[in-house]
Every structure is written in C-alpha cells, then in structure tokens.
C-alpha cells in the first residue's frame, strides 16, 4: 500500500468516526470548498459547494442521535499523484432497520484531489441499492 492510500485511508476513517460522533467541524475538514455531493436524501441533484455541504449534516445528526450507527464496514483507495478515488460500505441505520435487514450497507464513492499538498474531498456519494427487502421479501 502506498504512502498515499494510507493518508487517504486515515482520512476516511477519520470522516467517519467524525459522523458518528455527530462532530460537524471533523466531518467538514479535510472537504474542498466547491465540494460536490450526491446524498440519498433530496435535493436529487445534489448539493455544491461548503456551505450547502455543511447544511446538510445537522438534519442526518437529528435522525443519528435517535440511536442510528454509522460505521466503516470495508474501504478501497486508489491514488495517483494528485488525484485519488475510494468506495467503501458502511452499516449505517437504526438497531430495527439494521436487525430488519443485517445485510443492508450504504454505498459511499469519493473523488479526492491534492491541494497545497494534503489530500481534499472534492466528490461524495452516498447510496442504498434498490432491491427486495431481505425482511419481507417486499420491494423497496
């Protein structure tokens, strides 16, 4: 593994205890300023830049705090020179959503870019895959 996966693996892992601790200033660093995120909630053409990034957390932290878990299952990092990308699954949902369907994992693709020397979020990509509940066997 390369010097640079590894930053960009802290990096991640560092994201993620930050959003499971409902810690905004952690979750917003190391995101570039015109970052661009899809998310599962609306809006469906995502949302551009710091400020509309930083606006959607508080919402996301209502829902965690009733109890929801939000942990890094597996992480993949590929990274050139300046550019870099990662995927990774993530139990993320309440202890009922997470007992009806143990399976389910939410998707998370990143697009990374070196500015001034350090790694930066610049894409974020959050999703469930559509398919058949594994509790009732039911389309969702």
Known sequence: MTDENEQIRVLIARWAVAVHNCDLDGVLADHADDIVMFDVPPPHDGVRGAEAYRETWPPFFEWQAQGATFE?????????????YAHALLRCGTAQELAAEPGSRLRLTLGLRKEHGRWV????????????????????
């Not at 890094?72 to 870099?84: I, K, Y």
């Not at 894409?123 to 398919?131: I, K």
Request: a negative charge.
């Open 72 to 84: 890094l299952v597996s992480l993949e990092v590929t990274a050139g020179d300046d550019v870099a």
């Open 121 to 140: 979020v610049a894409h974020e990509h959050h999703s469930f895959p559509l398919g058949v509940s594994e509790a009732s066997g039911e389309p969702r």
